[in-house]
């Protein structure tokens, strides 16, 4: 049972990070273990004012999940949130940069909700891109991550997509000038 509990969470974190769109966590209440662990692969997260984060594995002679969090928060703060074992509140996880957005407790849903839809009037194909760059760039030199980016970035400009993306945008701009006067 232990060992296929290990495999389900095994195959759940990797399908987040490797979904091709972006994952929003929204916290409510307590990320504890296993649930601090998923939380660390999601690409935004939004954390209500109640919301606590918490690795106590090492009190119970277990090892936590170590290297989401330190690609996230750095390897020294990500140290002393394993091996310590306190309990965080959303203000410190966000000040640390654990927690993108904090909210009160009856409208964080409601930000995780706008960054979502903020993420779907954007370019599949682009999202899709970005989200792998800011998976592998950390990771590489920096004249390869620039070769990469600018690869990457040369042939999204070059798709039909961006022209039709970029009207849309100066559209809607024109709209929201002509309603501010």
Known sequence: ?????????????????SYPKPVIAAV????????FNIVTVCDLI????????????LKFGLSPLFYPLSQIVGVPKAKEI????????????ERIGLVNKVA???????????????LSERSVKAIEELKNICSVV???DKIAALDMELSIGGMLFARDERKIHMNEVLFLEKLRKKKQK
């Open 46 to 57: 939004v954390a209500s004012e109640s919301a606590i984060f918490c690795h106590p594995e």
């Open 138 to 140: 950390p990771r590489m």
């Open 82 to 93: 394993v091996m310590l074992g306190e309990p965080m509140g959303a203000n410190e996880a």
């Open 104 to 118: 009160p407790p009856e409208k964080f849903m409601q930000v995780a909700e706008k960054m979502a839809e903020t």
């Open 1 to 17: 049972e232990i060992d296929d509990y290990f495999e389900s969470m095994k195959r759940y974190l990797k399908k987040i990070y």
């Open 28 to 35: 409510g209440g307590i990320a504890l273990g296993g649930g």
